[in-house]
């Protein structure tokens, strides 16, 4: 489960606690992955969970804001977030903190996570097939 973004209207969280936050999900989403994908934590490193979550990120919040936003954001999320960075574990948790800095809804967060967690899943299942 993710956690929504819970602030105060006058109180808005700092970036720190916001990728504070972002590191948490994105540590529970990567677990939910690799339980959902039935394969053993030895089969499925890290990087490849992190990976995995991200690329599914990538696709459930651009899906996301071709619906709830314009081709700008769409274009401006791709620039920012479409290139894996060199420490890859990284990857997810700014994806995941750039939609908290949105204040991205409770509902579109929750819908938002759990779709990349069904793509992260069929992905990983996918690359684990012999």
Known sequence: MCHAV??????PMSANDLF???????????????TAAGVTV??????????????????????????TSNEYDVDLFLEANGRQPAEVASWPVTIL????????????????????????????RAASRP
């Open 20 to 34: 504070r936050l972002a590191v948490v999900d994105a540590t529970v989403l990567q677990d939910r992955i690799v």
């Open 97 to 124: 903190a750039g939609l908290r800095m949105r204040r991205t809804s409770a509902d579109d967060w929750r819908s938002i996570c759990d779709r990349a967690v069904e793509l992260a899943v069929r992905n990983i």
């Open 42 to 67: 030895d089969a499925v490193d890290d990087r490849a969970s992190a990976r995995a979550l991200a690329n599914a990120l990538i696709a459930a919040v651009q899906d996301h804001l071709e619906q």
């Open 6 to 11: 819970i602030e105060e209207k006058g109180s």
